[in-house]
């Protein structure tokens, strides 16, 4: 059962914006912390950004001033605002979830199947 259901990836040109979401199941009982990972060819899954359900804030340094991470609990559903893109940002990103489901006792980490970011003239 797919608990995270990602979109709004594509291919931008340089300077470009992208804003991904992320939909969590209505399976879950409480989630804490959501974000976003990205991991590009060749190399290892990275932070992002991401955000509390206080929504105290958490970005990479590569985002600081480019990428605003927002969320909407009641949706439960969290967002990434991707301005002024470049091409080492080409990735493919992975949404994130911290938090439990229905009947369940314990707190796990969750994955979306990942949404793929095209930075490229």
């Known amino acids: 059962q797919v608990q995270l259901v990602e979109s709004g990836g594509g291919l931008v040109q340089p300077g470009g914006s992208l804003r991904l979401s992320c939909a969590a199941s209505?399976?879950?009982?409480?989630?804490?912390?959501m974000g976003w990972y990205r991991q590009a060819p060749g190399k290892e899954r990275e932070l992002v950004a991401t955000?509390?359900?206080?929504?105290?804030?958490n970005y990479a340094d590569s985002g600081v001033g480019r990428f605003t991470i927002s969320r909407d609990n009641a949706k439960n559903t969290v967002y990434l605002q991707m301005n002024n893109l470049k091409p080492e940002d080409t990735a493919v990103y992975y949404c994130?979830?911290?938090?439990?489901?229905?009947?369940?006792?314990?707190?796990?980490?969750?994955w979306g199947q990942g949404t793929q970011v095209t930075v490229s003239s």
């Open positions: 209505r399976s879950f009982f409480s989630i804490n912390a």
């Open positions: 955000i509390t359900s206080g929504d105290s804030t």
């Open positions: 994130y979830a911290r938090g439990i489901m229905r009947g369940s006792i314990k707190w796990d980490d969750y």
